[in-house]
């Protein structure tokens, strides 16, 4: 009877050190896998049988996926306003670009040259090389301040192609949440912790966090809710999806609605939040300053050549640009086509007369904009330095996020990672456990033969 319980206790000691170093073997081989959890052995003492006072060996109780779940709530918040802030600090960089400012090619640069060829018209009205420069100069104006606006608007159209890919990607990952929710909670009520597709899990959890405000919540059955702006993403094995839909008052750029009911979908931070905002404010607001810009020295240009005479002395009442804003600026037609049409003079039979391509001039300095506050230049320089502010207040918060992930997830992988040294030693210590069971094994084996064999 002795010898059969200590049989026994050896054997459960070899499958428990077997199962530990298979443990171990499982933590090596993933310790490059991204996500990837490390797995403690749980191991426990067998109670001693009825009537005896020596205990049963150990029981191999499973294995437990070590992971702090505070750190990774605390990562996922972090990641929301990282994604956001990158995604606007590299959009405000590129509108920042597509000024290109301070620089010859820049809509300030070119603007001072078109006002300054109108001085130089008022010295020399009857030239013909005076009159087209002015020409040119407006039609250098019109382009520069077109391939802005179309800049600024191609920044727009790649924010909504993005924002369209990452909606499809967040679909795509409530989809697996829900799928392995599934798979999560069979495996669960068969015994099996369900460590690896966890992890997995997570792995989805922290893209997903990445690209909107979203918040989880773990159930009793080991399935994980999650929820947008207090609306379910996904729900037990059930993932509802997000639908886009092309808004006509907004450029037929996507509106996000529950593809459910057509309700709208607000998303506040992540990447989406920060393409949303990117979009519909930020480069918004620059192509509304811009187009105000270019539409005031339209009227003011027109207003103040209408009042003028061309070098025919009898031909007045012409526009010098056509267009409203920065989208379809040029220099009229008849204007570009004949330069002899430029309403230089103030005084119809003064051939010589340039005092009004002087007025022109003179709107460079006056205080049109903001209210009779400010002028051209002042207007367009408040407008590039607020881009270059907001593009360095952007960054500096999305340095800031990326060093505290960066710290977060140093921590987790403090806790969750696999330590290759650490992983030895346990191999180590259930090899030489694995070892002295065997021991134990063949000492009983040796008292058996001399029991039955030489008794």
Not at 19 to 28: E, F, L, T
Not at 75 to 93: F, I, N, P, V, Y
Not at 228 to 250: D, F, K, M, Q, T
Not at 387 to 415: C, F, M, N, P, Y
Request: proline share 2%; net charge negative; charged share 20%.
């Amino acid at each position: 009877m002795g010898l059969s319980v200590a049989l026994n206790t050896a054997m459960r000691a070899l499958l428990a050190q077997q199962q530990a170093m298979d443990a171990v073997s499982h933590n090596v081989s993933n310790v490059n896998t991204p996500g990837y959890s490390r797995q403690r052995v749980l191991l426990s003492p067998v109670a001693a049988p009825a009537g005896s006072g020596v205990g049963g060996g150990v029981s191999f109780d499973g294995v437990q996926r070590v992971r702090d779940m505070f750190v990774d709530f605390q990562m996922r918040q972090q990641k929301q306003t990282a994604g956001e802030a990158q995604t606007r600090a590299d959009s405000l960089h590129l509108a920042e670009l597509a000024f290109s400012e301070p620089s010859d090619s820049g809509l300030r640069s070119v603007m001072s040259q078109f006002f300054n060829s109108w001085r130089d018209l008022s010295n020399t009205p009857e030239d013909g090389s005076a009159r087209s420069a002015v020409v040119q100069a407006g039609q250098t104006f019109a382009i520069t301040a077109q391939r802005l606006q179309q800049g600024l608007t191609d920044l727009r159209d790649s924010a909504d192609s993005r924002l369209q890919d990452s909606v499809a990607e967040m679909n795509n990952l409530a989809s697996q949440i829900a799928v392995l929710n599934q798979k999560i909670t069979s495996i669960r009520a068969s015994g099996d912790p369900g460590g690896d597709l966890s992890d997995q899990r997570d792995l989805a959890l922290d893209r997903l966090s990445e690209l909107a405000n979203v918040t989880y919540n773990e159930q009793t059955n080991g399935s994980v809710d999650v929820v947008l702006n207090g609306r379910s993403l996904v729900h037990g094995v059930s993932a509802y999806a997000i639908a886009l839909v092309p808004n006509a008052a907004n450029n037929n750029y996507s509106d996000l609605t529950w593809a459910g009911d057509g309700a709208t979908v607000t998303v506040a931070s992540g990447e989406i939040g920060g393409l949303l905002t990117q979009r519909d404010t930020d480069l918004t607001s620059r192509l509304v300053d811009l187009n105000t810009l270019v539409a005031q020295i339209i009227t003011d240009v027109n207003a103040a050549h209408a009042a003028g005479y061309a070098l025919d002395g009898t031909t007045t009442g012409t526009d010098f640009f056509s267009g409203t804003d920065a989208a379809d600026i040029d220099v009229d037609a008849a204007v570009a086509a004949n330069p002899g049409l430029l309403a230089a003079a103030t005084n119809a039979s003064a051939v010589g007369d340039g005092s009004n391509a002087l007025a022109v001039a003179a709107l460079q300095t006056a205080n049109t904009l903001s209210s009779g506050s400010e002028t051209y230049d002042s207007f367009y320089g408040g407008l590039v330095s607020r881009i270059g502010v907001a593009a360095k207040d952007a960054q500096s918060l999305a340095d800031a996020q990326a060093l505290t992930v960066s710290h977060l997830e140093e921590l987790r992988q403090s806790v969750a990672g696999v330590n290759v040294d650490e992983e030895m030693v346990n191999l180590v210590q259930y090899q030489r456990g694995y070892e002295a069971a065997a021991r134990i094994i063949r000492a009983v084996d040796e008292m058996l033969d001399t029991l039955i064999n030489r008794t």
